[in-house]
């Protein structure tokens, strides 16, 4: 870990889970329940009690009712608080996911920190939509002025490294909404590319999280697997500060 304080909040987040209905469900041939388990291993391993769990989109790749008990239950065996936002593979079960295992909806991870989980689902579409009113709202209803924030979406804001696949086709109006009035720290968390990297633009700092599933480099326009080891990040915040700690899996689950 980057850090010795143990610090006030600690937020895992497992990105691009893709679980299937089938035990034996595979991503580009990677045993996604597999990687699943062992990156909750990893996380009961290292947690302590106040840590938080972020499921950061397509948590389930099929829809099934069966991909979302399956993942209930392993969440829920780390006695975490669990919190989520939906991916474009999510479907109409992902509100009574979110609902079972992230009853509430948490505006502040940390006394310092407002934290906001968007939906980006577009309609029927891969490329997400940033949600401008709920950002808006988020402002006005729950971030103070000296409070710091985090948005968690699961499609890409900003894709610093080639092919630009589209994440979100309104992303700038989203950097707007963002950054509107402010000049506290804000970080913004996605996933949906597979693949690590971070970048900053002004006051937004931008963490793309890899997946559990499998991680990704690109073809042109298509997603090729770069590696099937489970990768993760943790964020450590702190009153004026955070700590984003990248984790790569690389050994069996055991
Ligand atoms: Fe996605």
């Not at 949906?192 to 999280?209: E, M, P």
Request: net charge negative.
């Amino acid at each position: 870990m980057a850090s010795g304080r143990r610090t006030s909040t600690r937020i895992w987040v497992l990105a691009d889970a893709h679980i299937g209905g089938e035990p034996t469900a595979e991503l580009m041939g990677v045993n996604v329940r597999t990687n699943l388990r062992h990156a909750i291993k990893f996380v009961m391993a290292q947690a302590g009690e106040a840590d938080h769990i972020v499921l950061l989109g397509d948590i389930s790749h099929d829809g099934s009712a069966a991909s979302y008990e399956w993942m209930a239950t392993e969440v829920g065996r780390t006695g975490l608080r669990c919190h989520s936002v939906p991916g474009n593979h999510d479907g109409a079960r992902y509100a009574g996911f979110r609902r079972h295992v992230a009853p509430g909806d948490p505006t502040r991870l940390h006394q310092d920190w407002s934290a906001a989980f968007l939906d980006t689902r577009g309609h029927g579409s891969e490329p997400g939509r940033a949600p401008l009113g709920d950002v808006q709202r988020f402002w006005a209803d729950w971030a103070s002025e000296t409070s710091n924030a985090i948005f968690f979406m699961h499609h890409d804001l900003i894709q610093p490294v080639p092919p630009g696949r589209v994440g979100i086709p309104n992303a700038g109006e989203f950097m707007l909404a963002l950054t509107r009035g402010s000049n506290r720290q804000i970080l913004v968390v996605g996933g949906h590319r597979h693949q690590y990297y971070t970048a900053n633009i002004g006051s937004v700092a931008y963490v793309s999280c890899g997946a559990i599933s499998c991680q990704f480099e690109f073809d042109d326009e298509t997603p090729v697997r770069e590696s099937e080891h489970p990768e993760l990040i943790s964020i450590d915040l702190y009153s004026h500060d955070y700590v984003v700690n990248r984790h790569i899996l690389s050994s069996g689950p055991g």
